[in-house]
Structures are given as C-alpha cells and as structure tokens.
Nanobody
Framework: QLQLVEAGGGLVQPGGSLSLSCVLS????????????IAWFRQAPGKEREAVGC????????YYADSVKGRPTITRDNAKNTVYLQMNNLLAEDTAVYYC??????????????????WGQGTQVTVSS
C-alpha cells in the first residue's frame, strides 16, 4: 500500500516561509514516484479542505490554486521519492493542516481532492507571532 508521510510543519511567523516534504514509500512492483501526480492540500479549523497546488508526473508541470498563487512552489525529486512544498509570505490564514496526496490514474495533476486516492496523515502549520 502506498504511504505518504509529510514533514516540516510547525510554528512560522507572519511573513515567513514554510518548507514541507512528502516522502512516498510502499510502491507496487514496477511503480515509483515517477508514476504519480502529487498534490498539496490544506484544511483550516472549521473549513473545507482546499488545494494548494500540484505537480504532474510527466514533464512536471505545476498548477496552483488562485488563493495562494504567486507564493507556493512545488518540486519533486523522483530519485528521493520526495515532493516538496515551499510557500512564502505566510499569513495567519495559511494556518492549517497540510496534506500531500497521490494519484496514478490521471494524465496530469488536478486541484480536485476527488482525484487522489492516497493521502498522508498531514502536518500542522501555524502562522503566528
């Protein structure tokens, strides 16, 4: 069973940056990170889960939600089975649990949670002074 483990959350000051990682393991035979579209989502207390952005498995194009556009960068290192999320100029409203998710079916990544079958357990990011 594919597993995703996020790391890097914590307390960040307003205006600061976050740097999260998502490590994948448990690939079925013949599969690797190269076969997966990966997305980052977040969920704030009392709010719906929302997309931050995603990175596709082929050619690696990235797409970002309008609500955060210009601030996040998603990259992937297939050799390390790891996907990264960096986001700058953090605001209090960026406080949330951040999740990574994986999909191997669609040709490119999408910003819809329904596309993703595999999810990590999440990592808390709190933006506060």
């Amino acid at each position: 069973q594919l597993q995703l483990v996020e790391a890097g959350g914590g307390l960040v000051q307003p205006g600061g940056s976050l740097s999260l990682s998502c490590v994948l393991s448990g690939f079925r035979t013949g599969f690797s990170l190269e076969n997966y579209n990966i997305a980052w989502f977040r969920q704030a207390p009392g709010k719906e889960r929302e997309a931050v952005g995603c990175i596709s498995r082929s050619q690696h194009p990235t797409y970002y939600a309008d609500s955060v556009k210009g601030r996040p960068t998603i990259t992937r290192d297939n050799a390390k089975n790891t996907v990264y999320l960096q986001m700058n100029n953090l605001l209090a409203e960026d406080t949330a649990v951040y999740y990574c998710a994986a999909d191997s079916v669609f040709r490119r990544c999408e910003l819809s949670a329904a596309e993703y079958k595999y999810w990590g357990q999440g990592t808390q990011v709190t933006v506060s002074s």
